[in-house]
């Protein structure tokens, strides 16, 4: 990666990262469909501008069902529960449950989506599974109001994220960046509406959750939807997803330094496995040299120059991951 390259990564998981402050502050106010209503109603009317001409409103119409449907199980299910675990749950904590939405991409793919599982990827499986348990062992309270019911809303965002990867590959992976983005994001609006509005708060809203509602549509939606498809398009797929080991981290840190929670030995023990168990899963971590097959061509990733300007006309690389 260039040096412009790792300063957007950074910038991403910060943005990223920061995501999970911004639920965590304005949650509990809003509640959270109302509060995701604004993330993606904001974000749409950010990005809708990307589709002002005729070809590409043409395609949105073309595949409305398609982008109805990856709108819910990527945005409006995933984005709602997070903001419902935060509630409860800290930043920090609640983004390293998230970072296992890896995992569940693999384990969808392999059941129901024809994708190959390398025998080294169980292993990998099996170690993030098991630092999910050291995080949450003794948070699992199922009783009314326990951690237990939380920790699972997280799980079931990151459920929905790995169907919606493997959807999107097998549907949408034809469609410009720009329509996936704006497209989904706009579907996601006009399905949280009327809930959202039903929902929405009797009690005055403070100005420090509008902010950071603001701020979760503004910056941790818009702006990192295009930081996150400017990476692919000058990076490569492989190294953008990296974010997905710098976002927890980034979260603890802001967690640490603005809401003061506490990062126990336990936290960091979790997060090293977890991680650890994500790396090797998707390949990027690799346990011993991987042998290669005589007369096999070397494959070279398709991306432009590091200079490159943000092509949102680019198709999605089907190992991205789904923003928090």
Not at 149 to 155: D, E, N
Not at 241 to 264: D, Q
């Amino acid at each position: 990666m260039s040096p412009a390259d790792t300063l957007r990564l950074i910038l991403l998981s910060s943005l990223w990262g920061l995501s999970f402050i911004f639920m965590r502050v304005a949650v509990p106010e809003f509640g959270p469909v109302p509060l995701i209503l604004v993330r993606m109603g904001v974000g749409a009317l950010l990005l809708v501008p990307l589709l002002l001409s005729l070809h590409y409103l043409t395609l949105v119409w073309a595949n409305k069902g398609s982008l109805f449907v990856l709108g819910v199980i990527n945005h409006v299910l995933p984005f709602t529960l997070l903001a419902l675990a935060t509630t409860r749950l800290e930043a920090g904590f609640t983004s390293l449950i998230n970072a296992t939405t890896p995992i569940f991409t693999a384990l969808l793919g392999a059941l129901f989506f024809a994708t190959p599982v390398m025998r080294q990827q169980y292993l990998g499986l099996a170690l993030a599974f098991f630092g999910v348990y050291v995080l949450s062992a003794d948070r699992l309270d199922f009783a009314l109001g326990g951690d237990g019911w939380f920790i699972l809303a997280v799980l079931g965002a990151t459920f929905c994220y790995g169907v919606a990867s493997n959807y999107a590959r097998m549907h949408l992976a034809h469609l410009p960046v720009r329509v996936l983005a704006a497209g989904s994001s706009a579907m996601s609006a006009l399905v949280l509406l009327v809930p959202g509005l039903l929902l929405w708060p009797t009690e005055p809203i403070s100005g420090l959750a509008w902010a950071n509602g603001l701020a979760l549509a503004v910056l941790s939606t818009t702006l990192a939807f295009l930081l996150y498809f400017g990476l692919i398009a000058s990076a490569g797929a492989t190294a953008t997803s990296t974010v997905t080991f710098l976002v927890p981290v980034s979260a603890l840190l802001w967690g640490y330094l603005l809401l003061g929670e506490r990062l126990s030995l336990q936290i960091l023990a979790g997060m090293a496995i977890t991680l650890a168990g994500t790396a090797v899963a998707t390949g990027l971590l690799r346990l011993g040299r991987r042998r290669r097959e005589p007369g096999a061509e070397t494959k070279v990733p398709m991306t432009t120059t590091h200079d490159a300007p943000l092509d949102l006309d680019a198709r999605p690389d089907d190992n991205n991951r789904s923003p928090p």
